[in-house]
């Protein structure tokens, strides 16, 4: 599994919705230098930083 598929596993999780986490992960953020999470989530460092955010969503922070 790559990084990008892992990643929507992780959003469907935290979003408890697959339309939901689609929805977020291919719309641009700021945190990303307006680049879409799944354009960021290419390779381990961007994964990394896009978990980041959806661990702070599924916590409790909103973005």
């Not at 935290?14 to 939901?20: G, M, P, R």
């Not at 390779?43 to 978990?51: A, C, H, M, W």
Request: net charge negative; with cysteine.
């Amino acid at each position: 599994m790559n990084y990008v598929e892992q990643i929507q596993l992780e959003a469907k999780r935290v979003f408890a919705n697959k339309q939901k986490a689609d929805a977020w992960l291919n719309q641009p953020k700021a945190d990303f230098d307006d680049c879409t999470p799944l354009e960021i989530a290419r390779d381990e460092s961007g994964y990394l930083r896009v978990k980041d955010v959806l661990d702070r969503i599924d916590h409790g922070y909103s973005f």
